[in-house]
């Protein structure tokens, strides 16, 4: 079956470290997105991709990058963590068709010390 | 001004009743798409039920439905004959410029309400 996959599931790194969470998809969306979850702030869009070598900063960005060389994946790097990148962070995929919905993976757990 | 508004943070309703979660969502493009999330303890995010604009007709999906008035800008969900297995986060969320020009696909969500459900 398709899916979206994320890893790892939960991560633990210390501040100043450079830290990649994967997300791949084999439903061959050519839409990708990255969220964080905050208690109070709901989901928040980070960046997003709506093809291979396309990647746009979403409503907070400062500290992420992505890199879209495939389909499949879009990385999402942490520069250099932080304690406030600490948060829970979902991938998303969706068809470039009108009326399709984003589905979610898992989620990644991530703890800044 | 927020673009999605959940106005409750928690809710708790006795199992088997119906219950309604209000969404109201701020925007000046006549076309925009609605979607709600549930959310449960295990954390995974799950589509429930979309509304398009210009849909004609409330949408509706199994015990989900979504009460859509344009004109108040709300896109409450009701969920009918609550189960115990309905305990989780709910999320409101809206696609803006929703038309075949692709322009603009991102999401924004609200906060979400909390919906406990009593035995």
């Known amino acids: 079956d398709a899916e979206i996959t994320q890893s790892p599931r939960h991560k633990i790194t210390e501040t100043g470290r450079q830290v990649t969470l994967a997300c791949h998809q084999t439903w061959n969306h050519n839409n990708m997105f990255w969220y964080r979850q905050d208690l109070g702030h709901g989901l928040r869009l980070i960046h997003y991709?709506?093809?291979?070598?396309?990647?746009n900063k979403g409503e907070v960005s400062d500290g992420y990058s992505v890199s879209r060389s495939n389909t499949e994946d879009l990385p999402l790097t942490l520069e250099s963590a932080a304690s406030s990148q600490t948060s829970v962070y979902f991938c998303?995929?969706?068809?470039?068709?009108?009326?399709?919905?984003?589905?979610f993976g898992p989620g990644t757990r991530l703890l800044v010390l | 001004a927020q673009k999605i508004t959940q106005t409750q943070p928690g809710m708790f309703v006795q199992e088997k009743e119906a219950v309604t979660l209000d969404c109201t969502y701020d925007t000046s493009d006549p076309s925009y798409g609605l979607f709600w999330y549930k959310q449960p303890s295990s954390g995974e995010m799950i589509f429930l039920i979309y509304q398009g604009s210009y849909d004609q007709q409330n949408a509706t999906e199994g015990r989900y439905s979504l009460n859509f008035q344009k004109a108040r800008k709300s896109a409450n969900l009701v969920i009918s004959a609550s189960q115990l297995g309905d305990s989780a986060m709910y999320f409101c969320?809206?696609?803006?410029?929703?038309?075949?020009?692709?322009?603009?696909?991102?999401?924004?969500f609200g906060t979400g309400t909390r919906l406990t459900i009593i035995p």
């Open positions: 998303a995929s969706s068809k470039r068709e009108i009326y399709e919905t984003q589905y």
């Open positions: 969320a809206m696609r803006e410029a929703y038309n075949s020009n692709f322009g603009n696909e991102k999401l924004t």
């Open positions: 991709s709506y093809g291979v070598q396309d990647t």
